[in-house]
């Protein structure tokens, strides 16, 4: 299965801040998503980011907000925009290798 | 709207017992499914996946799909301390796996006490 990791591990970051995320695979991978984890909650798709265009966000994630870079296939950002308290969440890189969807280790980010 | 359901637990079961974990998802169209783990301050991990109606073992887990009822469910056999979780149910609409975003269920905090 596809190694992941992410940059940072985590962060504490003051409102109105941003912060960019990194999500590096050790190998090429079409498909890569990235999901926000709230306190004690299940796993949210914040967008699908596919290697030469645009990044398809789910109902209530908005590109101003959450921007999303894949500039190749093994790689990308996403940036949390202007930051508040409710942004504080465990944020996650997958990928999809042969079928099935593995997981980064996650950027625990909590905003002051 | 794409849903899936869990209970939330705590369930809690004697170490040796049968854990079984249950789930159901609203879309009809969707085509794959998996059992994801996740120890707390960690990231999931793939359990099991099942694509089609009947059961499917691999080890110590089964899972077991029964698409009419639109129900998804993991027992867990001979469990053990090690097991204690939360379980989480994700439903994928397209066929192929993970060609789609994943919907996750709230998971299930499992307990296997000793």
């Known amino acids: 299965s596809a190694v992941i990791s992410q940059k940072p591990s985590r962060d504490i970051c003051q409102r109105g801040t941003s912060l960019t995320i990194q999500c590096q695979v050790d190998s090429q991978v079409t498909m890569m998503f990235w999901y926000r984890q709230q306190p004690g909650q299940s796993l949210t798709l914040i967008a699908t980011?596919?290697?030469?265009?645009?990044?398809?966000?789910e109902s209530g994630f908005v590109i101003d907000k959450f921007p999303i870079s894949r500039p190749n296939l093994t790689f990308s950002t996403l940036t949390v925009s202007n930051m508040s308290p409710e942004d504080s969440s465990i944020y996650l890189c997958s990928v999809v290798d042969t079928d099935t969807q593995y997981f980064g280790p996650g950027t625990r980010l909590t905003v002051l | 709207q794409k849903e899936v359901e869990q209970n939330s637990g705590p369930l809690s079961v004697p170490e040796g017992a049968i854990a079984s974990l249950n789930c159901t998802y609203s879309?009809?169209?969707?085509?794959?499914f998996f059992w994801y783990r996740q120890y707390s301050g960690k990231s999931p991990e793939l359990i099991m996946s099942i694509y089609s109606n009947g059961d499917k073992e691999d080890g110590r887990f089964t899972a077991q799909l029964n698409k009419a009822s639109q129900y998804v469910s993991l027992l867990i056999r001979d469990s053990q301390p090690s097991d204690s979780a939360t379980y989480l149910c994700a439903v994928n609409y397209l066929s192929g796996g993970g060609a789609d975003g994943l919907t996750f269920g709230k998971g299930t905090h499992l307990i296997i006490q000793p």
């Open positions: 980011a596919n290697q030469g265009s645009e990044a398809t966000y």
């Open positions: 879309d009809r169209g969707s085509q794959s």
